[in-house]
Structures are given as structure tokens and as C-alpha cells.
């Protein structure tokens, strides 16, 4: 069960990569204010440096600014099903930070494991257990994942210091 639920997560993981690589530019959601929702239970605020994604805080360093057109809110999962997830982007110059977040209101996730081809290890960031990968996405860049409340949640950026500022 434990390898089915590693193997639905690292599905899942290649699926919002692919849907981050193939979304149009020129889509977007249009809200008013500095908090979104949608009627399937996407939530994101983002203010004064501080983004709540589907009830997790995640702090956005200065200089960074919000690609609206790559915010994700409560897509289903193509790879786990009931499962969904939010993601948003930050840009400063070529530098990028995408905070995602993988629920279900069906189940838990309940854990993660490094991949057995050793992409990825146990890593405690910020004093967070999770998996660290060196370069998950082909960019150079590492990506971090942990468990709160539930859900998976991932952040990819420049650094690992970036990573830390992001999820302290």
C-alpha cells in the first residue's frame, strides 16, 4: 500500500509539472481583491510577502512578485483520485518560487518517502522533515517536499536558503 501511495504521489508530482509547462500564458483568474476561491475549495490570499495556499502559510522573499497567470486553484489531480491540487508562482527576474499544495477532502496524506533511484533524500529544512530533491523538474533547481494537516506540500525555488525563507 505504502509503494501504491508513493507511486500516486510521485504521479501526481509529473503531472502538475507537465500542467505548470503547458498552461497558456494568457489565462488567468480575475479576482478583485488579494484573496481568491473558487466554488471547489481552492483558497489563496497573498499579502505584504505572505501567501496562504489551501490553508498553509508560506513567506515570499522581497522582490519577488506574483505570475497571476500561473495560479492554480483546486485542479483535480489527474494522477490521484480525489485528490487536488493550488499552486502560485513568484518571479524575481529569471529567478522563480512555486508554492503547491497537494489535498484531498476524501483522505490524508499521511507520509512520503525518497524515491528508490535516489533523486531524492530525507532532509530536514527550516526544522521540517521532508524530501529534498536536487533538481526534480530538469531546471536546476530543488524542490522540497513535506506533510502538514493532511496535505503534501512542495516548494521549488532558486536555493535551499530561498526554500528555507519560503516554508519558516
Do not use: H, R
Amino acid at each position: 500500500m505504502k509503494k501504491i501511495l508513493i507511486l500516486g504521489v510521485a504521479l501526481l508530482a509529473i503531472c502538475v509539472s507537465l500542467s505548470a509547462v503547458s498552461a497558456d500564458d494568457g489565462w488567468s483568474f480575475d479576482f478583485s481583491s488579494s484573496e481568491s476561491s473558487n466554488s471547489d475549495g481552492g483558497q489563496m490570499s497573498f499579502n505584504n510577502g505572505e501567501l496562504k495556499l489551501q490553508d498553509i502559510i508560506f513567506t515570499i522573499p522581497k522582490g519577488y512578485e506574483e505570475n497571476e497567470s500561473a495560479q492554480v486553484l483546486a485542479a483535480n489531480a489527474t494522477d490521484v483520485e480525489d485528490a487536488k491540487y493550488s499552486s502560485c508562482t513568484f518571479v524575481n527576474g529569471t529567478k522563480e518560487i512555486v508554492a503547491t499544495v497537494f489535498f484531498s477532502d476524501v483522505f490524508n496524506f499521511n507520509s512520503l518517502e525518497p524515491k528508490d533511484d535516489g533523486s531524492s533524500v530525507q532532509k530536514n529544512m527550516s526544522g521540517i522533515s521532508g524530501i529534498y530533491y536536487a533538481d526534480k523538474y530538469g531546471d536546476g533547481n530543488p524542490t522540497f517536499q513535506f506533510i502538514k494537516d493532511g496535505k503534501i506540500v512542495e516548494v521549488k525555488a532558486p536555493d535551499d536558503a530561498t526554500i528555507e525563507e519560503v516554508i519558516k
